[in-house]
C-alpha cells in the first residue's frame, strides 16, 4: 500500500494568514494527488487534483504544487469559511490512500 | 451538476447485512470506475472498494474482502454495496466518490447490539 504521511496535523492561524500543508508519499505516485476539504458534518470536496490543476468553482487562493513524492496544498490568505480538515490523497494505485487529515482552525 | 446520493444507512446488529445504493446523475456514469470510501466517527478516510465503469475489475481493501460486494448497474446511474458479517469497526460514514473525485453526500451505517 502506498503510504501518505501528512503535516501538521493541526493548525491555528489568523485570518489573511497564508497556510501551506506538506504531504509525502511513501512511493512516486506519478502526481496522481488529491487534496480535499472537509467541514464538520460534511462530506470531503475536491480542491485540487492532479496535484496543481484546480477544480472548477475553487477559489484562485488554493494552489497545489509538488511532484514525486512530495506535495504541497497553499491557501494564499486564509478566510473563516476555510475553516476545516483538509487531505491528501492519492489515486495512482486503484487502492485509494489518504492522509490523516491537517485540522486548520481560525485563532 | 453532477450529484451522488448514497442511501440505505441505517442500525444494524453485529453479524447482519446491509446494501447501500449510490443514485449518479449529472454525467456519462458507465464511463467512469467507482469506489466506496468510509469514515469512521471522529477518523480519517478509508478507501473500502472499487469498480471499473464496466463492471469487470473489482478491488476491496483487506478489511472488507470476503464480506462486502460492490455492484453497478450503468442502465440505472447505480452503485451498490452489499455488506454482510457487519462487525462494529464498519460503523463508519459511507461515501461513493468517483474517479472524477466527485463526492457524494454519505449514508451513515451504524452496528451496534
Known amino acids: 500500500d502506498i503510504q501518505m504521511t501528512q503535516s501538521p496535523a493541526s493548525l491555528s492561524v489568523s485570518v489573511g494568514d497564508r497556510v501551506t500543508i506538506t504531504c509525502r508519499a511513501s512511493?512516486?505516485?506519478?502526481?496522481?494527488l488529491v487534496w480535499l476539504q472537509q467541514k464538520p458534518g460534511k462530506a470531503p470536496k475536491s480542491l485540487i487534483y492532479a496535484a496543481s490543476t484546480l477544480q472548477s468553482g475553487v477559489p484562485s487562493k488554493f494552489s497545489g504544487s509538488g511532484s514525486g513524492t512530495d506535495f504541497t496544498l497553499t491557501i494564499s490568505s486564509l478566510q473563516p469559511e476555510d475553516s476545516a480538515t483538509y487531505y491528501c490523497?492519492?489515486?495512482?494505485?486503484?487502492?485509494?490512500?489518504f492522509g490523516h487529515g491537517t485540522k486548520v482552525e481560525i485563532k | 451538476e453532477v450529484q451522488l446520493v448514497e442511501s440505505g444507512g441505517g442500525l444494524v446488529q453485529p453479524g447482519g447485512s446491509l446494501r447501500l445504493s449510490c443514485a449518479a446523475s449529472g454525467f456519462t456514469f458507465g464511463s467512469y470506475s467507482m469506489n466506496w470510501v468510509r469514515q469512521a466517527p471522529g477518523k480519517g478516510l478509508e478507501w473500502v472498494s472499487y469498480?471499473?465503469?464496466?463492471?469487470?475489475?473489482?478491488y476491496y481493501a483487506d478489511s472488507v474482502k470476503g464480506r462486502f460486494t460492490i455492484s453497478r448497474d450503468n442502465a440505472k446511474n447505480s452503485l451498490y454495496l452489499q455488506m454482510n458479517s457487519l462487525r462494529d469497526n464498519d460503523t463508519a460514514v459511507y461515501y461513493c466518490?468517483?474517479?472524477?473525485?466527485?463526492w457524494g453526500l454519505g449514508t451513515l451505517v451504524t452496528v451496534s447490539s
Open positions: 490523497q492519492q489515486y495512482n494505485s486503484y487502492q485509494w490512500t
Open positions: 469498480i471499473s465503469g464496466g463492471g469487470v475489475t473489482i
Open positions: 512511493q512516486g505516485i506519478n502526481n496522481f
Open positions: 466518490a468517483s474517479t472524477n473525485m466527485d
